[in-house]
T-cell receptor
Framework: DVKVTQSSRYLVKRTGEKVFLECVQD?????MFWYRQDPGLGLRLIYF???????EKGDIPEGYSVSREKKERFSLILESASTNQTSMYLC???????????FGPGTRLTVL | QKEVEQNSGPLSVPEGAIASLNCTYS??????FFWYRQYSGKSPELIMF????GDKEDGRFTAQLNKASQYVSLLIRDSQPSDSATYLC????????????FGTGTSLTVIP
């Protein structure tokens, strides 16, 4: 079974803090993704990575950065957290083929 | 225009009935289509994927794809209360590398 894990299920941070969200997959997938999910807006892609040290911006990269130093690990960084970044953050991974994504359990981030 | 559109619902069906969920997409060149189920507070779970026009069946689930109409649907036969969830349609972009676009989801309630 594919396993995608995320470092925290719930996280509370203060405005201006630097926040790290970690995602680890155990299936040797080439691709990893970070989404945020908000009511009425669905899943929106923040960044994805198709290889170690490679990254591509998604639809809403502003205020975020990512790091992929090892194939199994993809980190999302909020450089200076703001209240509008309060959301559910979902990590996913997949092979190139078949192109089916597997999601981690999610991190519900609250920025006060 | 949104890339992927779904009726948000809620859709209610009695136990044992057929639930029909619909999705339209805007990128005519898209080749990969997915249905995910998401229980409240949980992450999306893959139900089915479909690549070719026509029907694809897996147990009580049938995915239907019509590329000419840019339409994909999910039928759930013999609906069970445990099928009550939000169903997300996802489409892989044609010329966007591995970027996926998600609909906002349809909420399904199966009434015992």
């Amino acid at each position: 079974d594919v396993k995608v894990t995320q470092s925290s299920r719930y996280l509370v941070k203060r405005t201006g803090e630097k926040v790290f969200l970690e995602c680890v997959q155990d299936m040797d997938h080439e691709n990893m993704f970070w989404y945020r999910q908000d009511p009425g807006l669905g899943l929106r892609l923040i960044y994805f990575s198709y290889d170690v040290k490679m990254k591509e911006k998604g639809d809403i990269p502003e205020g975020y950065s990512v790091s992929r130093e090892k194939k199994e690990r993809f980190s999302l960084i909020l450089e200076s957290a703001s209240t509008n970044q309060t959301s559910m953050y979902l990590c996913a991974s997949m092979f190139n083929l078949p192109d089916t994504q597997y999601f981690g359990p999610g991190t519900r981030l609250t920025v006060l | 225009q949104k890339e992927v559109e779904q009726n948000s619902g809620p859709l209610s069906v009695p136990e044992g009935a057929i639930a029909s969920l619909n999705c339209t997409y805007s990128d005519r060149g898209s080749q990969s289509f997915f249905w995910y189920r998401q229980y409240s507070g949980k992450s999306p779970e893959l139900i089915m994927f479909i690549y070719s026009n026509g029907d694809k069946e897996d147990g009580r689930f049938t995915a239907q794809l019509n590329k000419a109409s840019q339409y994909v649907s999910l039928l759930i036969r013999d609906s069970q209360p445990s099928d009550s969830a939000t169903y997300l349609c996802a489409v892989k972009g044609a010329n966007t590398g591995n970027q996926f676009y998600f609909g906002t989801g349809t909420s399904l309630t199966v009434i015992p």
